[in-house]
């Protein structure tokens, strides 16, 4: 039969027969599209094929990092602090927290990052953030989605880090809203990417201490929409966690707007020398 030929499924019509015509025909049309998908994505492989956004050299898969590359990223992975993300040298059992996770708990509930700051981790995020590579974004906000599964199964909606209305002039993208629609687009989660607003301008938190990067992130942020938020579990999404001064700040102003639970995911971490 002709659908059987073409490798399509048993036949479903009335008596067991040939299906409809237009069934079949919507099969055939379907069978066609995939094929024809099939043969561009290969012949856009042949003429420019894949290459590791990081090297350039070549890989199997547009998007991928190469073996190289991926080896230079300390991927975070269990047994870390359940509060903190923060990995641990040896498994201290389910819901362990870290020292500092206990003696001076966080505003927020969990924090989760895909990797380590530094080497390759570092580089993903220097070269989306001031290189313009956009086209990193999918790649990253879909190692966040898998490295943030457990938040994103207890989340209602994404808000990514807002940027000063200068600062996105400047830059012309927040990269913060960019993976927390790769994250939300792979997790089904809705993002909210006018939920906050930057409303004072602030100096680069680059080379701050603690303390001045809380002084810094004072009165920063505000809530562009308190009913969006109210009574829901928030993922906050970033780019980079340091000291962690800007999602503390950003995280009490969601509190005040009663946001029912505030998550942090990010896409790498600093964690202190002797704690990996």
């Known amino acids: 039969m002709i659908w059987r030929m073409a490798g399509l499924p048993a036949a479903d019509g009335p008596d067991g027969g040939e299906p409809p015509a237009d069934d079949l025909g919507r099969r055939l049309i379907g069978l ?13 492989d042949m003429a420019l094929p894949p290459s590791c956004p990081l090297c350039r050299s070549l890989t ?7 073996p190289a590359c991926w080896g230079q990223i300390r991927f975070i992975e269990r047994p870390y ?21 206990i ?3 966080p505003v927020f509930d969990r924090l989760r990052a895909v990797a380590i700051f530094d080497g390759g981790a570092r580089d993903l995020v220097h070269d989306l953030k001031y290189r ?3 086209d990193l974004a999918p790649m990253m906000g879909g190692l966040m989605a898998r490295a943030g599964r457990d938040l994103l199964a207890d989340a209602d909606v994404i808000v990514p880090v807002p940027l000063h209305p200068f600062r996105l002039w400047q830059r012309r993208f927040n990269q913060a809203a960019l993976l927390g629609a790769e994250i939300g687009r792979a997790a089904g989660v809705a993002v909210l990417p006018d ?9 680069r938190q680059v080379g701050l201490e603690r303390r001045e990067r809380l002084d810094n992130m004072r009165g920063a942020f505000a809530l562009a929409r308190p009913e969006a938020v109210a009574g829901r579990r928030v993922l906050l999404v970033d780019d980079v966690y340091t000291t962690g001064a800007t999602v503390e700040s950003v995280t009490r102003i969601l ?22």
């Open 32 to 44: 066609a599209r995939r094929g024809a998908r099939g043969l561009v994505s290969g012949l856009v």
């Open 60 to 66: 199997a898969s547009v998007g991928g990092l190469c």
């Open 81 to 101: 602090c359940e509060r903190l993300g923060t990995p641990f040298p040896y498994d201290l059992g389910a819901g362990a927290l870290s020292a500092p996770a």
């Open 103 to 105: 003696a001076d708990p």
């Open 132 to 134: 313009d590579r956009t």
């Open 195 to 203: 939920g906050l607003r930057r409303v004072r301008r602030t100096r």
């Open 255 to 276: 509190r005040r707007g009663k946001a029912a639970r505030v998550d942090v995911l990010v896409f790498a971490r600093v964690v202190a020398a002797g704690t990996s």
